[in-house]
């Protein structure tokens, strides 16, 4: 068992309720299991709440039991569903999921999410004190406070065997792929999916590499006697989508371009084993943080070791990607 040396118990915690919010990330469930397993095991009594943050809005929280979570570790999805919601962005919408709150004697939340999930933990905390501990799950991997985010790993490996597959056809036809994977604001996804594929370039929207420099490094492929190449993009890249970067460099660069765009199927599916053991510690971490004093924070693991971040510091802080591992990245490209 973790030992948690700082904090104080919160002597009246008795009862908490889990949800999952913003996208899914394959884990979720098993963070789920593990957050209902331990809070059972220290004697709390736990519910769970339906479609994240609308469903505490709506009052859809109902009772969980260590069977509620049977047969869910290798499921991806989650099975208490998700939702990006609107009206818990409205005073009126939070007021409503304290007064539910409240009604059920619930004492503490742990939302499993991403930062829009956070921001929302942090500000409902403020007004009400509602002590919560977030779990981080998404596959974006965008969170300060944790090294892995619960979801990144499976996603990864699916942008990696979707990539792997794309390769065939590139090097059989001579072709020129761009392929956009998840990212909105970053570039993790890209970086580390366009290490394990072999990528040529990776577009990222962290760095801006631009058209220019990225057609003088696929000539360089060509001298060199690359006969295709693969260029990973991240969605919310400054250069533009895969389309647009695939148009501009159709104009200058005389290669037969194909685009693909990996899309949702990189949130679903079985997680992998990274990701359901990160979960399942995340899940436990997370309600023995809260039986230790530990309020509006993040649990997250560093070096293999639990960490709990006050939730405004992981949100502040810029997760950047690893100036080693861009550089790695450019060297195994050549
Ligand atoms: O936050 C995870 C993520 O998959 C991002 O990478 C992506 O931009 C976004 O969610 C897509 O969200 P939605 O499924 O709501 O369109």
Known sequence: MTMIKEGKKITNLKRIAVFTSGGDAPGMNAAIRGTVRAALYYGLEVYGVKRGYDGLI?????PMNSRSVSNIIHRGGTILKSARSSEFRTKE?????????????????????????FTGASLFYEEYGIPTMGIPGTIDNDLAGTDFTIGYDTATNTAVEAIDKIRDTASSHNRLFFIEVMGRDSGFIAVRSAIAAGAEAIIVPEKYTGVDDLIERLEFGQKN?????????AEGSVEGGAFELAQQVKKRFDYETKVTILGHIQRGGTPTVADRVLAGRMGVAAVQGLLAGKIDSMVGIIHNQITYTPIAEALKMDREINESVWETAKILAT
């Open 58 to 62: 709506n009052g859809k929280i109902k």
């Open 93 to 117: 919408g939070r007021k409503k999921a304290y007064n539910n709150i409240k009604k059920l004697g619930i004492d503490a939340l742990v939302a499993i999410g991403g930062d829009g999930t």
């Open 225 to 233: 006697k690359k006969t295709s190449s693969l260029v990973v993009v």
